[in-house]
T-cell receptor
Framework: RKEVEQDPGPFNVPEGATVAFNCTYSNSASQSFFWYRQDCRKEPKLLMS???SGNEDGRFTAQLNRASQYISLLIRDSKLSDSATYLC???????????FGSGTQLTVLP | DGGITQSPKYLFRKEGQNVTLSCEQNLNHDAMYWYRQDPGQGLRLIYY???????QKGDIAEGYSVSREKKESFPLTVTSAQKNPTAFYLC???????????FGPGTRLTVL
């Protein structure tokens, strides 16, 4: 079983749609959780950290369920510029290392 | 501006040659990391360093070597022992807390 699993997609959605991505992780000792965004042939960039209480940043909402070891990202009112690959990222317990999922590809269509 | 720089952006080498990828940061971060990314795959950790003059192997260290003589610099050498070196190489750094990692723009290595 992979340490971090994501649905690879692709997700093709029209502008204005709401889309949700899910991610599961296997290391119960993980303490930090993130969503990164990666544009084609570019480096990953931090989209948002994920907190136990859930957190929102504009059109983006992240949720964490520690009991189920499950993380989600919801994007509302999708824009063309949201087209990218979204990486679910989890730290390896106490070590200062991160494990990256393979990513979910999103294409927002006009 | 603070950030992480990697050079070169594109690199072509013949099979059997060693090649060194540069990574420099002026963020005053303690820890630095090297990853490789293959098409359609997630990032895999090659080496990391939490402090100057110290580094540890990651998940796929075979065929690679690193040094950390200065806090700002963490070069990666891809040796001829690396069986399949063609990939996108990413360098990252992080503060002590939180462990959010920030990435350089990457080096795309092609071995011919």
């Amino acid at each position: 079983r992979k340490e971090v699993e994501q649905d690879p997609g692709p997700f093709n959605v029209p502008e204005g749609a709401t889309v949700a991505f899910n991610c599961t992780y296997s290391n119960s000792a993980s303490q930090s959780f993130f969503w990164y965004r990666q544009d084609c042939r570019k480096e990953p960039k931090l989209l948002m950290s994920v907190y136990s209480s859930g957190n929102e940043d504009g059109r983006f909402t992240a949720q964490l369920n520690r009991a189920s070891q499950y993380i989600s990202l919801l994007i509302r009112d999708s824009k063309l510029s949201d087209s990218a690959t979204y990486l679910c990222v989890v730290n390896r317990g106490s070590a200062r290392q991160l494990t990256f999922g393979s990513g979910t590809q999103l294409t927002v269509l006009p | 501006d603070g950030g992480i720089t990697q050079s070169p952006k594109y690199l072509f080498r013949k099979e059997g040659q060693n090649v060194t990828l540069s990574c420099e940061q002026n963020l005053n971060h303690d820890a630095m990391y090297w990853y490789r990314q293959d098409p359609g795959q997630g990032l895999r950790l090659i080496y990391y360093s939490q402090i100057v003059n110290d580094f540890q192997k990651g998940d796929i260290a075979e065929g690679y070597s690193v040094s950390r003589e200065k806090k700002e610099s963490f070069p990666l050498t891809v040796t001829s022992a690396q069986k399949n070196p063609t990939a996108f190489y990413l360098c990252a750094s992080t503060e002590r807390s939180p462990d959010t990692q920030y990435f350089g723009p990457g080096t795309r290595l092609t071995v011919l």
